[in-house]
């Protein structure tokens, strides 16, 4: 079998022993697959493809045509850097098999004289009885999708706005191990600290979310000078996400993280 | 003291899923089984002709307060549509097989859609439509792949006679096929097909929607 590589498309003319009307369609066909080729789910839709557009009759395949145009479309799928899946090879081999079984006059042995082209044609038709089976399914999928049942969070988000993914308490604190190693550029003038409490950094996130609606972390931490304030920030941001009052979150696993008020969060203190 | 209605719609509020009959029956508490569908059959028609933003659907063998289908846009508006993305044309093919010929076997998928149903059989899985039924008898033990009551209600059908009719072979294919199947006997595996292709097979639903067998 060695000798029927895929790799050389040009097979003899068509011949007799099969139906005619083989020469004239091929010339369009091809120019419509150049200009158009869809997706194919695999050789069995690629040849239903192939049936389809010349409207041939699925229990009387014209086997050369069809040989020829598939392993053109494979060309042609090798030159757009498509990825020709094995499947499409083993598909080509046994379209050339049974085309050089329809060549060769039958063959005594064979109990009863089978159409070379049955069992493909088998396959073709239960292929086509369930991709029919998928448009019916895809159908039903897009009718349900206009039907919403309740539990959908109704917020009206930022349509720019990209999916942001709730954060773990771990990534919090790798963030804040990233922020505090950041070198905090040095107070010049010394003050007297007066310590932050937990819940003053509370109300200052609060408040400093509610007007901004969306801090980054980094952002967050900023509002806080000296590294003590930051880490009772970061309790107090712990609290408010404990509470439910901010939300934590990031657009993907190692992106930087949002801080978001939740809606509908009374201001409680002035 | 609320009417039976009253309660009915006050529990089809508060669930996000679909209730079935049973559970209805024993919350309720009185009325049977059949009082129960009457008043939801009421029910439906009260909400239909009184123009309601919802509807009583039967979806997933149970009943569910669903909105109406032309209110659909100003949903997605409020929601921003956020919702799971469609299926692939490769897994709708293989969804399609595993619905109508469930329990089947990856390798009988395969064979049917002549390509490797590995990534779409994983994303049905992942996605709860599909699950593992059992194992096959067959060599290897190989294992069987059916549909999930998350299906039913993907699809918006109340069960797997809802599915549209599997259109038949060619009639020229169809005599030798059925002179092969009487040859062929060894096929032990019971097909769903059978149930929702042809009128004269039993219409009672292969196991398959028992998810007890998730080995």
Redesign the interface.
């Known amino acids: 079998m060695s000798d029927e590589r895929p790799d050389n498309p040009v097979m003899e003319k068509p011949s007799g022993l099969l139906r005619g009307g083989d020469t004239e369609a091929s010339a369009p066909a091809r120019a419509a697959i150049r200009v158009n080729l869809p997706?194919f789910?695999?050789?069995?839709?690629l040849l239903l493809h192939l049936i389809q557009q010349d409207e041939i009759d699925?229990?009387d395949i014209p086997i050369s045509k069809i040989t020829r145009q598939y392993l053109e479309t494979l060309e042609l799928m090798r030159e757009l850097d498509l990825e020709v899946?094995g499947?499409f090879l083993v598909?080509a081999a046994t379209l050339m098999r049974i085309k050089a079984r329809l060549l060769l006059p039958p063959i005594i042995e064979e109990q009863e004289e089978l159409d070379p082209r049955e069992g493909l044609?088998?396959?073709l038709?239960?292929?086509?009885?369930?991709?029919?089976?998928?448009?019916?399914?895809?159908r039903?999928?897009?009718?349900?999708?206009?039907?919403?049942?309740?539990?959908?969070?109704?917020q009206?988000?930022d349509?720019e706005a990209s999916?942001l993914l709730p954060v773990s308490l771990f990534r919090l604190l790798e963030a804040l191990k990233g922020a505090l190693a950041r070198r905090v550029p040095s107070v010049i003038h010394t003050i007297h600290a007066e310590p932050m409490r937990i819940d003053e950094a509370m109300s200052l996130l609060r408040e400093n979310l509610k007007t901004r609606g969306r801090l980054l972390f980094a952002e967050m931490l900023d509002l806080f000078v000296t590294r003590i304030e930051k880490i009772t920030a970061f309790l107090g941001l712990l609290e408010l996400l404990k509470l439910g009052d901010v939300r934590a979150a990031q657009e993907d696993a190692f992106g930087p993280i949002y801080l978001e008020i939740q809606p509908g969060i009374p201001a409680n203190e002035e | 003291m609320p009417t039976p209605k009253q309660i009915l719609e006050s529990l089809l509020f508060a669930s996000d899923a679909p209730i079935g009959l049973a559970t209805l029956v024993e919350v309720m508490a009185g009325p049977d089984k059949d009082e129960i569908r009457t008043y939801l059959d009421e029910m439906a028609i009260e909400f239909e002709e009184s123009h309601r933003g919802v509807a009583l659907a039967e979806i997933a063998g149970g009943y569910q307060l669903l909105s109406r289908k032309e209110c659909a846009p100003w949903i997605e508006k409020m929601l921003r549509s956020r919702r799971k993305v469609r299926l692939s044309r490769a897994g709708l093919e293989t969804l399609a097989i595993v619905a109508y010929k469930q329990p089947i076997t990856k390798t009988e998928i395969d064979g049917i859609r002549g390509v490797d149903s590995s990534g779409s059989l994983h994303t049905l899985l992942e996605r709860n439509l599909v699950l593992i039924a059992g194992r096959s008898k067959a060599v290897g033990r190989p294992l069987l792949y059916a549909t999930s009551q998350e299906f039913f209600q993907y699809m918006g059908i109340n069960d797997l006679t809802d599915l549209p009719e599997l259109k038949e072979l060619g009639s020229v294919l169809e005599e030798r096929e059925r002179a092969q199947m009487e040859l062929a006997d060894e096929d032990a595996v019971p097909s769903v097909e059978s149930v929702v292709a042809s009128e004269d097979a039993d219409p009672a639903p292969v196991e398959a929607g028992a998810p007890e067998g998730a080995a």
């Open positions: 997706a789910e695999g050789p069995l839709d699925i229990t899946a499947e598909m044609v088998r396959q038709l239960e292929y086509r009885r369930f991709k029919d089976a998928a448009k019916d399914l895809e039903l999928e897009a009718e349900r999708r206009l039907l919403f049942e309740r539990g959908a969070p109704a009206l988000e349509p999916e």
